[in-house]
């Protein structure tokens, strides 16, 4: 007996219910595990954003600018290099070869921005200065 898709085009589908899906039935795509990933971000806690003449004005209060300010002083920026042919680096590659040559008392994190560019994230100041 054939397969009559035209009848089958006919029927009224419905989605199955969350509970009738398995984990395994089907493959989450990379949006999908993003959105699950993290709670929705609200904007309750940003500032609000003016207009003055023909420019937007976002006003920072002292406090939080001097918590960026802070932060910032634990930061480095770099760019890596390369000689023409040469095989590019994977962002855990770069961080063990420097694991190996800066002695930090704290760990540290990189942050790939592309084009050759990291950000490292440093937990005291003193572990920048030594690097």
Known sequence: MPFDWQAE??????APSKAAQSPMALP?????????SHDKATNDNLPQPTIRGETLSIRITQPIYEQGVNVCKRNLRG??????GDKPYAS??????????????????LLSLGR?????????ESDLQIV
């Open 79 to 84: 760019r890596l290099v390369l000689n023409k």
């Open 9 to 14: 085009l006919l029927l009224p589908t419905t």
């Open 116 to 124: 050759g560019f990291y950000e490292f994230f440093f937990a005291t």
């Open 92 to 109: 855990n590659e770069i961080k063990d070869k420097l694991r190996k040559q800066w002695k930090t008392a704290a760990p540290w994190m």
């Open 28 to 36: 989450r795509s990379f949006a999908q595990a993003l959105v699950a």
